[in-house]
């Protein structure tokens, strides 16, 4: 392949040559006891040797439950740790993650799942006025009759597999655990012969815009894209593995995926999650706790912090740098 138009331009150091997995491979090898990510809501603190194993045990999951290269897993939750890691194991398989906005209502849930052709769907459970479950059985009701692994629906014919996140044993979907035992009938030979067929210039993500003057519009971005972006920004803010960013934007924005995420895992920095949705006080008392060196964020989030009645009491100093 003619790689001419990777190696021309004014770049003062070249472009990153190679697929999400093979980066994360390298960056675990390389910091394998630094903190890959810290979920202060869930108690979760995995280095990037535990983040590599959780990312590889997903992908085989994936791959066990009969997910190709190139089939669309969709995902609809706030910011977890396990979206994190699908957000690796789909692009390690090759599969094309759909990020789905969990504002969404059931109308653009459908449109979505459509749209995409998504395969196969994780969805957490309830948030605030949000029914998760709810709304996938009010789009698919024949889900409601079928087994997990088995749906099958003239709506969305493309559609075979939910997975809860988390242990209610719901009609039609896997558990977590469930689909983490499909992990067994697939070896990480089967992986890495996978993860060997696939180029950096394949698709691994699908981004909806915001649909303002009509339906969403579906964005597909490459490795190659999502990678360099990530490093690149990450470059910018002269990141390292002795930082930690706090990521209170959405992870189903291209704000909270590339720029937060890929940056840090490009670089062996941490990624700070302070609550499933932004909450200004969560943002101080994770900053201060845990000592991050950046911050990330849209003007309303800062400006909430800024102005927040506790803003004061909170020890900031560890802050040099955010977005």
């Not at 969305?156 to 939910?162: A, G, I, Q, R, Y």
């Not at 894209?225 to 803010?237: P, R």
């Not at 920095?269 to 101080?284: G, H, I, Q």
């Amino acid at each position: 392949m003619d790689k001419g138009s990777y190696t021309c331009g004014t770049s003062e150091f070249p472009l990153l040559g190679m697929t999400m997995g093979e980066m994360i491979d390298y960056i675990a090898t390389k910091y394998p006891e630094t903190e890959a990510i810290v979920s202060v809501h869930q108690n979760i603190r995995l280095t990037y040797r535990e983040f590599l194993e959780r990312i590889n045990l997903v992908a085989r999951g994936l791959m066990g439950m009969g997910v190709e290269k190139g089939d669309r897993v969709g995902i609809w939750a706030m910011n977890h740790a396990e979206w994190v890691v699908i957000q690796f194991a789909t692009a390690k398989i090759g599969a094309i993650m759909v990020n789905i906005n969990p504002a969404y209502r059931t109308y653009e849930l459908e449109y979505v799942l459509k749209q995409a052709e998504i395969q196969t769907l994780f969805l957490q459970g309830r948030f605030k006025t949000s029914d998760y479950v709810g709304m996938f059985y009010e789009a698919c009701p024949e889900a409601w009759e079928q087994k997990p692994g088995h749906i099958s629906s003239e709506k969305f014919p493309f559609l075979k597999n939910v997975i809860f996140m988390g242990d209610i044993p719901y009609n039609g979907m896997f558990t977590w655990d469930e689909f983490v035992k499909k992990a067994e009938d697939i070896t990480m030979d089967e992986v890495i012969e996978r993860g060997e067929s696939l180029s950096f210039d394949d698709p691994i993500n699908i981004q909806y815009t915001s649909g303002t003057t009509g339906f969403p519009k579906g964005v597909v971005l490459t490795h190659h894209s999502v990678l360099n972006n990530g490093y690149i920004i990450g470059e910018g803010m002269r990141f390292s593995e002795k930082d930690k960013l706090c990521i209170p934007v959405p992870f189903y924005h291209c704000f909270g995926m590339v720029l937060s995420n890929m940056a840090c895992a490009t670089h062996g920095s941490t990624m700070v999650l302070p609550s499933p949705a932004f909450d200004a006080e969560e943002v101080l008392k994770t900053v201060e706790k845990e000592c991050c060196t950046a911050l990330h964020g849209v003007p309303t989030m800062f400006i909430a912090e800024l102005t927040h009645p506790s803003f004061s009491k909170y020890n900031l100093r560890s802050l040099r740098t955010g977005i």
